[in-house]
């Protein structure tokens, strides 16, 4: 089975040959009578023999070994097939394999700007929110200081008026020393004591 | 029964003993303003440094002819036993007993000027009407007033005196 087609074929043509070569011999062998001696022309019954057992062996040869060699040649062509397709399918594979990193490159990009534009609107958000905490803060800031200010006033004021009554009050005492004499302040004993009593 | 009770209870009871009660109380009640009123008084009686008979010479020099024999022989005690910042406190505290005796009250009434006696027996007069009690008058010579009364009844204050109209003045422009 594992002779291959060529092989057999240059065997038989060989075969051939040779039993031509028989042939023509026997032919030359006839022709010439007796010449047993002749190199070309051998023995009849060799050549019959050779041709029948040719015939037999080519027979036996069509008969078993061509379907043979059809059979491998054909298990060889489906075996080529069969890789072709699993060529093919895998070329399909890796096409489709192809097109979907294509598709998820794209989907990177887009994925890629989506990202980037959240994050610029983020940064937007973040920066007005920190607008708007610094304007409180500002606000707060101007606030306090005012009520800083404002009771800075107060407290001046305050200071300011406290200072003129004392000054006032010492000034008045200083003038009451001067005008409160004993018959004064005996006056002054008496109202009280009228006082005291109108009071009851 | 602390210091000052046992030391007012103990001199009431001597002047009692020696009916000169009422002339205690006011000998007594007035060095004790005085020792009140003079920080200079009273550092010499309260100085630890000086010896008992320095101190007690100083209340000699001072009373010696000016006060009955009970008072100035309590206060000598007193400032003897090491007690003189006691001794305002010790006198108010006979004053008290004593006119608690009485069944009256005590007014210490601050002026600038001595009172009068008309003018202590009115005072006595409005007091009762206003407290509803009989009133002792103990005045109290004191220039920071500067003119008018300021009597204290107890934990009553009837003030109606110059400073403290001065005062008002102070806290209404203030």
Do not use: C
Not at chain 2, 25 to 43: P, Y
Not at chain 2, 49 to 68: F, M, T, Y
């Amino acid at each position: 089975v594992s002779v291959s087609y060529p092989t057999i074929f240059v065997l038989a043509q060989e075969a051939e040959t040779e039993e031509e070569t028989h042939a023509e011999g026997d032919e030359a062998h006839a022709e010439e009578g007796h010449h047993e001696n002749n190199f070309f022309y051998g023995d009849i019954n060799e050549v019959i023999w050779g041709s029948v057992a040719f015939a037999i062996i080519f027979a036996v040869f069509l008969w078993k070994g061509v379907p043979a060699v059809k059979k491998v040649m054909l298990k060889q062509q489906e075996a080529i097939a069969a890789k072709i397709a699993a060529a093919e399918a895998t070329k399909a594979q890796e096409e489709a394999e192809l097109a979907r990193l294509t598709a998820s490159l794209g989907n990177a990009d887009e994925e890629a700007a989506r990202i980037v534009a959240d994050a610029r609107e983020r940064a937007e958000v973040v920066e007005a929110d920190l607008k708007r905490r610094a304007e409180v803060e500002i606000q707060e800031a101007l606030q306090r200081t005012r009520i800083e200010i404002e009771a800075s006033k107060h407290q001046a004021l305050a200071d300011l008026r406290e200072e003129i009554a004392a000054m006032t009050v010492t000034a008045t005492e200083a003038i009451l020393k001067d005008m409160l004499n004993d018959s004064v302040r005996s006056s002054l004993v008496d109202r009280y004591i009228d006082q005291v009593g109108a009071a009851s | 029964m602390n210091i000052v009770a046992t030391y007012a209870n103990a001199i009431h009871e001597i002047a009692v003993a020696e009916k000169r009660l009422e002339q205690v109380e006011d000998e007594l009640f007035r060095i004790g303003q005085a020792v009140e009123a003079s920080d200079q008084l009273r550092a010499a009686l309260t100085d630890a440094s000086l010896p008992v008979e320095r101190r007690q010479q100083v209340i000699e020099d001072i009373l010696k002819g000016k006060a009955s024999p009970t008072a100035f022989g309590a206060v000598s005690m007193i400032v003897g036993a090491g007690h003189a910042a006691d001794l305002p406190a010790i006198a108010r505290a006979v004053v008290e007993k004593g006119a608690a005796m009485r069944n009256h009250a005590v007014a210490e009434v601050r002026s600038a000027v001595p009172l009068t006696d008309d003018q202590r027996t009115r005072l006595a007069a409005a007091l009762k009407k206003t407290t509803g009690k009989d009133v002792e008058i103990k005045v109290v010579i004191d220039a920071t007033v500067l003119g008018g009364i300021v009597t204290q009844i107890g934990d009553t204050v009837i003030d109606g005196s110059v400073r403290h109209r001065l005062n008002r003045v102070r806290e209404t422009l203030g």
